[in-house]
Nanobody, 125 residues
Framework: QVQLVESGGGLVQPGGSLRLSCVASGGTLDWNYYAISWFRQAPGKEREGVSWISKRDGSYYTDSVKGRFAISRDNANGAVYLQMNSLKPEDTALYYC?????????????????WGQGTQVTVSL
């Protein structure tokens, strides 16, 4: 059974940077089939899509992170990274990576087949 494992969260000051990592354990995900997405959920708010990447369609960012976040994939090991720069307090959330068929909207939580456990990102002085 494939499991996704996130890492790289932490506490950072506004304007700082973090890089989140997402790796699959217990198996591999077919890059020709799956998109890998990053979601986040802040307390009291709904889970929202942040960014995704797929072989089929490239990458995408929600408007609030465009120009600050960058998603990438290591073709050697399949890991997906989310480089987060110029972080703001409103980026504070639990960040999840997820995998779902690339032909379904990668920004919809219900379209995901696999989820990680989440990694906390806190942006504060």
């Amino acid at each position: 059974q494939v499991q996704l494992v996130e890492s790289g969260g932490g506490l950072v000051q506004p304007g700082g940077s973090l890089r989140l990592s997402c790796v699959a354990s217990g198996g591999t995900l077919d890059w020709n089939y799956y998109a890998i997405s990053w979601f986040r959920q802040a307390p009291g708010k709904e889970r929202e899509g942040v960014s995704w990447i797929s072989k089929r369609d490239g990458s995408y960012y929600t408007d609030s992170v465009k120009g600050r976040f960058a998603i990438s994939r290591d073709n050697a090991n399949g890991a997906v990274y989310l480089q987060m720069n110029s972080l703001k307090p409103e980026d504070t959330a639990l960040y999840y990576c997820a995998a779902g068929p690339a032909y379904l909207s990668p920004m919809v939580p219900g379209n995901q087949f696999y989820w990680g456990q989440g990694t906390q990102v806190t942006v504060s002085l």
